[in-house]
């Protein structure tokens, strides 16, 4: 079993920047791929980024590529995502994810996901 808490969202300028946190439990943090995803009002989740379980590869949404970056501090058992560059576009609710599988490649589809946080709210004002 994996639990995972999102943290630091919340209202921002246009331009501003924001750095979301993601802490898990368990013991298996450090085998998972982990992702966030995002999902606006009246929209379908969707994917942001994603990176592998060792933390040396990542993807990204072309709507958010050369703007987020995302991490994991593996001691830590800690996911980030560093947002800069923030449009009123990128206002939704952001979730934490862990891959289903262990010791995989990147996972991108939400499918490939067995747990999600509860999510935090990003506002982006123009």
């Known amino acids: 079993q994996v639990q995972l808490v999102e943290s630091g969202g919340g209202l921002v300028q246009a331009g501003g920047s924001l750095r979301l946190s993601c802490a898990a439990s368990g013991r298996t943090f450090s085998s998972r791929g982990m992702g966030w995803f995002r999902q606006a009002p009246g929209k379908e989740r969707e994917f942001v980024a994603a990176?592998?379980?060792?933390?040396?590869?990542?993807y990204y949404a072309d709507s958010v590529k050369g703007r987020f970056t995302i991490s994991r501090d593996n001691s830590k058992n800690t996911l980030y995502l560093q947002m800069n560059s923030l449009k009123p576009d990128d206002t939704a609710v952001y979730y934490c994810a862990a891959a289903k599988s262990f010791y995989s490649g990147i996972d991108f589809r939400s499918d490939d996901y067995a747990y999600w946080g509860q999510g935090t709210q990003v506002t982006v004002s123009p």
């Open positions: 990176i592998r379980w060792s933390g040396d590869s990542a």
